[in-house]
Structure formats: C-alpha cells, structure tokens
C-alpha cells in the first residue's frame, strides 16, 4: 500500500497525499490555560502542525475549551482509560483524541466515545507503545522471531485489537502510531501495520531521551521509515523542551526534502581557516531569521541561506544559495544568488544578511 486514507484533523489533513506534518505535546498542566496556551503558542511558532495536550482528570477537560479557543492550531485530547473524559474533550470542541478503545473499561463506553465523534467529525489516535502492549498478546509472539520481531508483531496485534473495536462500529476515522524506544521494532511494527491497514501512521521514537541522544535516535528512526514512504504526521519524543522537539521534527522533513518549506541553514563546522565567530553569528542569524522562517512556512515557500567561516569554500556556498555570506578577516561579504551585494564587519554582518533576506524575499 503506498497511499493512505485521509484523516481530516481541524483544517489539516494527515496522509492521502498531504504534505507530513509536525505534531508536539504540551508539557504544561492542562488545568492551567495560560500556561498552556503561552506554551502551545510558542510550539505553534517554531513549525508545530498539531497540539497534544494531556487530560487526566475532568478539570482538565473542561480546560479545553478555553485553551482550544485562544490557539491557531488543532487540539488533541491525550486520554487514558477514562471514557468520560474522551466524551467531555470531544463537547470542548478538541479537534482529535487519542485515546485506546481496547482499554475502556467496557463495550458501551468503545460506543460511545465512537458514536460522539463521529458526531462531531473528529478522528481518534490509537497509540500503543511498547510497554503498553498486554502481557497475554506478548505470550503469544514469542516465537516470532528475534525479540525485537516479537516485539513489533504483538504492538501490531494490540492495534489492530483496537481497530477493529472502532471498526465494528464502522468508525473508520483512526489514526495508528507505533512506538517503541529501540528503532528496529518501530521500524518493523509499522512496515507490518502498514502491509494490513491504510491508516494514516503518526511516527514516534517513543522516551527517546536527552538532546542529543535523543535527537539522534529520533531522527534516524523517523527518517528510516519516510525514506520508505511510510508515515504521515511525525513527533520527537525528547525529554525536554516541546519547541525543541518541533525543531527537531521540521529538521528531519526537511533534510529529506519531505517538508522544505521554510529556511534551509547552512553552516560550515569551522576550521582553522576562519576569522570570525561563525558559530555566533550563525546562532545570530538564525534567531533573527526566526520570524521569516514562520512566514515562510505558513505561505509554503523555501529558502536557503548559507554562512560559511572563509574563503575556501564559502562563497561557493554562499553563491550556490539564495542569500549567503562568506566571513574574512573580521568582516564578510553578503552573496544574493551568486552576486556579492557588500562587505560588512563581523558586527554588523547578522543584520546585514537578514537586510538582504528580507530585500530578496521583496522582489522575489
Ligand atoms: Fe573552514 Fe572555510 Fe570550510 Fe568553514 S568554509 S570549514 S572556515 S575552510
């Protein structure tokens, strides 16, 4: 199967061919809705598609209102076991839940939870990680291979268990992720859930840990399985700041060429050649770009930028970009599609490279 269904979430839409989207969790307290939406503002701002924001009790429910009204993007109730919040959330106005139908406690609660979103048009995650999948499931794939096949055919069984409980009631508006710490079962889980099912797959290295271990162990895992066409919307599970993780995330669409909408940085590693403070001006330039990239972004339109330490190699960089520099001694020159536009010192380079982003987006 290379295309999925179509999963409508809010204005966004998530696979049948939709551009992959970024989705993050909130860290804040639910209850808490000025903190939350100062924190999914900010989320919103570094490229984030999608909020998750946990439930756990009633009080949050009844946040979800108010926080799904002062936000720009579409809200997701993150449920466990309790039917009732997954109903309450959904009367909030939320825009998906992600919530296991297999672990409601029972038959009427699947219905109903099914029956109002339905209702109201909003689709349902089901999430199995794997220290979620039951002991008895696990039992039965123990002779399935490595640890790791086994792993991934029962995460596979625990979804589909879920699936098909939503599917009896013909709701068919679902949404699978698979997530497991070590990515050899990630990657097999969702190859196998992909050869039985059409779902859209939201991709996840689940406790993938600190930066950078984390962003490393991430990335090679998502990107494993969107070089091979599968997944539809992704999350960087790190321990940490959730704007970080959105980086993270529009940095992996972007290195595959699966999301290049927005500023493509490069940077040279430096060397003994260079006679600036390419790494400060480099984190000067990208704050300042910060702004633009959001715009970029929203309008869907590409950039790329280059700030390269000397000589060597960087006005060939420089050049090869939309808008560059090449550092000197102290100063740098600014490129504008291969033409040098002016030589500025170290101090005012920053500033005089956003000027000509700005002047090349204008006439652009
Ligand atoms: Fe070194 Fe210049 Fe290459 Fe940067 S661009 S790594 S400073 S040779």
Redesign the pocket.
């Known amino acids: 199967m290379t295309s999925t269904r179509s999963v409508r979430v809010g204005p966004i839409q998530i696979g049948g061919g939709a551009p992959i989207t970024v989705q993050s969790m909130a860290s804040t307290d639910t209850r808490d809705v000025a903190a939350t939406v100062a924190q999914i503002r900010a989320i919103e701002d570094a490229g984030c598609d999608l909020i998750r924001v946990a439930v756990p009790d009633m009080e949050a429910a009844e946040a979800l209102g108010p926080i799904k009204s002062q936000i720009p993007i579409p809200l997701i109730a993150d449920i466990h076991f309790d039917y009732r919040l997954a109903l309450a959330a959904a009367q909030q106005g939320v825009d998906k839940l992600r919530i296991n139908p297999g672990n409601l406690a029972k038959p009427e609660h699947v219905e109903a939870v099914a029956a109002t979103a339905k209702e109201r048009g909003i689709p349902i995650r089901i999430g199995v990680n794997a220290g979620s999948v039951p002991e008895k499931i696990r039992a039965k794939h123990e002779k399935d291979g490595d640890a790791q096949e086994q792993l991934a055919a029962a995460m596979v069984e625990t979804a589909l268990g879920h699936a098909e409980l939503l599917e009896r009631l013909d709701f068919t508006d679902i949404v699978v992720s698979l997530k497991a710490f070590d990515l050899r079962s990630t990657w097999l889980a969702n190859r196998l859930f992909r050869e039985v099912r059409d779902y859209p797959l939201h991709l996840g290295i689940t406790e993938a840990g600190l930066p950078p271990s984390g962003i490393a162990r991430s990335a090679i895992g998502i990107a494993a399985l969107l070089r091979e066409g599968i997944g539809e919307t992704i999350r960087v599970s790190l321990t940490g700041d959730p704007v970080l993780q959105v980086r993270i995330g529009r940095e992996i669409l972007s290195s595959l060429e699966l999301g290049g909408a927005g500023i493509t940085l490069v940077t ?7 006679e600036i403070d ?1 790494a400060g001006l480099a984190h000067s330039v990208e704050d300042k770009l910060r702004p633009i990239d959001r715009d970029l972004r929203r309008e869907r339109r590409s950039l790329r930028v280059a700030v ?7 006005p060939g ?1 420089a050049r090869d970009a939309d808008v560059g520099v ?2 000197g001694a102290s100063r740098g020159v600014v490129f504008v599609q291969g033409k040098p536009v002016g030589t500025f010192a170290e101090g005012k380079l920053a500033d005089a490279l956003v000027d000509a982003v700005q002047n090349f987006l204008k006439h652009d």
Do not use: S
């Not at 390269?308 to 960087?314: L, R, S």
């Open positions: 040279c590693p430096t060397c003994g050649r260079c390419l390269m330490g000397c000589v060597v190699n960087g960089e090449a550092g």
